[in-house]
DNA sequence: TTCCGACAGTGGGGTCGCAAT
DNA sequence: ATTGCGACCCCACTATCGGAA
């Protein structure tokens, strides 16, 4: 199979907008690939890459030679397994003069692919292929040309890890294939995800009576234990294990012989209280001197969730049933705090009482939801407490794909009651609809001051409320904070930027969570 | 016919580790 | 030593399609 197939299917895909046309044209093509193809096929025409990453981002594209006008002699032959190798040699290079080999490498490539390989190589190495149809319906699509049911198809990909594999499976086995896939103590599978809700009675309405639990402010840990072996993953299926010691000591000390556990793991101060997510996030993300930061910056696990136990996978027992058996084998302590209750007051007190201890909120767990792997369902819903903030736009940043032609990603500022100007404290681009869009633009571009490619700047008059998580400590704004996970509520006409929020009240909201 | 779950897209800040400067 | 870059932690929200109700 060409690589010039793959870039043809890409763009017919992204030219339609019904689901089902794309998922029609992606078994198609996968129908035709050999079976020596089909996995790197499934991973580019899901825009990933099987080597996952491979040193090239946008910068390096961006410094490669500009391509010759027309396509060269010979352009079009490439082949997809040649572009894997090639693209494997890219990802192994490291040490000096590793990223001029890269481009070495890259600059050969793109000088034999015609105009339309060059621009899906692109979009697939930034991983931005915009074409409408990535995991989700590439399972679809797989089920489609083997003939099986998706939902085989799926479970295999849960189970396995990876849609390319089962995608090889179902063409060449079908569904007895599929079936013979199943959890492996030692092999992650896709987390389970949580929805969210306003508040704690809205998640009540759907599903009582339920368990709270305390919604932790750290890192996701699935931990497989196998025998004495124990190895943690992040939720993107990262092996960690050597990061986090004192979970590898956690799992060890359990009295199984195999187990599979979901978590949180998360820096506490001595007091108990939980440290500033950057914390946990510089403790977990560090691979030198574990020894040496963990007595600094020791770990907690919180576990949540038992998908096998001895031989026994867990997956599909009710929830209930799953909490009672982790209770059964894990220490109280390494357990995260949970009521179940059908009364709305006790779990309102519940809530109040996991905030006041410094924690994120609640997750509110229907008793016999599934363990529903790489899915957002409703079994999980999480409650958070939402702060707002009225904002000034200082300057706005042009969108990209759809919302090319809109300026979209919002500069936004408090106001600083000393000087009486406004220090910058974070961007969104969330929360808008497109009329809100064509909106801001329109007014934006009226209060203009200057511009260059990227961004316009403009006079500080237009007041946003601004929705956001927390405050966190920043270098990159003058302010010293920043706003975490900030989205727009709604534009505040009504408010003068005098009327603004101050940079001392951000502080302060800051100050109140430590 | 309407509703709603699943999916894709559009990007945010911080941190680490590596290579280049 | 510092800077640029890629990768990966955390993540919210809207638009759209198509099956469920």
Redesign the pocket.
């Known amino acids: 199979m060409r690589l010039l197939d793959l870039a043809t299917t890409s763009t017919a895909v992204a030219e339609t907008?019904?689901?089902?046309?794309k998922i029609a044209l992606l078994a198609e093509r996968l129908r035709t690939a050999g079976p020596e193809e089909v996995t790197v096929a499934v991973h580019y025409l899901?825009?990933e890459l099987p080597q996952?990453?491979?040193?090239?981002?946008?910068?390096?594209?961006r410094?490669l030679p500009a391509p010759v006008a027309g396509d060269a002699a010979g352009a079009g032959e490439l082949e997809v397994a040649e572009v894997d190798r090639i693209l494997d040699e890219v990802g192994s290079t490291?040490?000096?003069?590793?990223?001029?080999r890269r481009r070495e490498l890259l600059t050969a490539l793109f000088a034999r692919a015609t105009a339309e390989e060059q621009s899906f190589l692109r979009r697939l190495l930034t991983g931005?292929?915009?074409?409408?149809?990535?995991?989700?319906?590439?399972?679809d699509a797989v089920a489609k040309a083997a003939e099986v049911p998706a939902a085989e198809v799926?479970r295999a990909a849960m189970f396995g890890g990876d849609l390319a594999a089962a995608a090889r499976t179902a063409l060449r086995d079908g569904v007895p294939g599929l079936r013979e896939v199943g959890l492996v103590v030692g092999r992650p599978i896709q987390p389970m995800l949580a929805g969210?809700a306003d508040d704690v009675a809205a998640a009540l309405q759907k599903a009582a009576p339920a368990a709270l639990e305390w919604k932790l402010?750290?890192?996701?840990v699935q931990i497989h234990r196998a025998g004495d072996r124990v190895q943690v993953f992040?939720?993107?299926l990262?092996d960690?294990t050597d990061r986090l010691p004192e979970v590898v000591e956690l799992a060890r000390a359990l009295p199984v012989t195999s187990a599979v556990l979901d978590g949180e793991a998360l820096a506490l101060a001595p007091d108990g209280r939980p440290r500033p997510?950057?914390e946990t996030?510089?403790r977990?993300?560090?691979?030198?001197d574990v020894a040496k930061l963990r007595e600094q910056i020791p770990l907690t696990v919180f576990l949540f969730d038992l998908l096998h136990l001895d031989g026994r996978d867990l997956i599909d027992l009710p929830s209930h049933e799953r909490s009672d058996l982790l209770a059964s084998i894990a220490p109280p302590d390494g357990l995260a705090p949970r009521l179940v209750t059908d009364d709305p007051q006790a779990a309102e007190a519940f809530a109040k009482d996991a905030l006041d201890r410094g924690h994120?909120g609640v997750v509110v767990k229907s008793l016999d939801a599934l363990y529903?792997a790489g899915?957002?369902?409703?079994g999980w819903l999480?409650v958070?407490p939402?702060h707002t903030l009225d904002l000034v736009v200082v300057a706005a940043?042009w969108?990209?794909?759809?919302?090319s032609g809109w300026l979209?990603?919002l500069h936004l500022a408090a106001r600083d009651p000393e000087s009486g100007e406004f220090v910058m404290l974070?961007?969104?681009?969330?929360?808008?609809?497109?009329?809100l869009l064509a909106w801001q633009t329109e007014r934006l571009r009226a209060l203009q001051t200057s511009a260059d490619d990227w961004t316009v700047r403009v006079r500080p008059e237009l007041v946003v409320e601004v929705?956001f998580?927390g405050v966190?400590?920043?270098?990159?704004?003058p302010g010293g904070v920043?706003?975490?996970?900030a989205?727009v509520v709604r534009y505040r006409e009504d408010k003068r930027a005098q009327d603004a929020d101050t940079i001392d009240a951000v502080r302060a909201i800051g100050q109140a969570a430590q």
Not at 17 to 21: E, G, H, I
Not at 426 to 433: I, P, S, V, Y
């Open positions: 907008s019904a689901r089902s046309a899901s825009g996952r990453q491979i040193g090239v981002g946008w910068a390096t594209l410094d490291s040490g000096a003069g590793s990223q001029a931005e292929l915009r074409q409408g149809a990535l995991d989700g319906v590439m399972a799926r969210t402010d750290g890192i996701r992040t939720r993107s990262d960690i997510f950057q996030a510089s977990t993300g560090s691979r030198r994120e529903t899915r957002r369902g409703s999480k958070k939402v940043e969108g990209h794909g759809r919302r979209s990603n974070g961007k969104t681009f969330k929360g808008m609809t497109d009329e929705a998580d966190q400590r920043s270098s990159r704004y920043t706003l975490r996970f989205r």
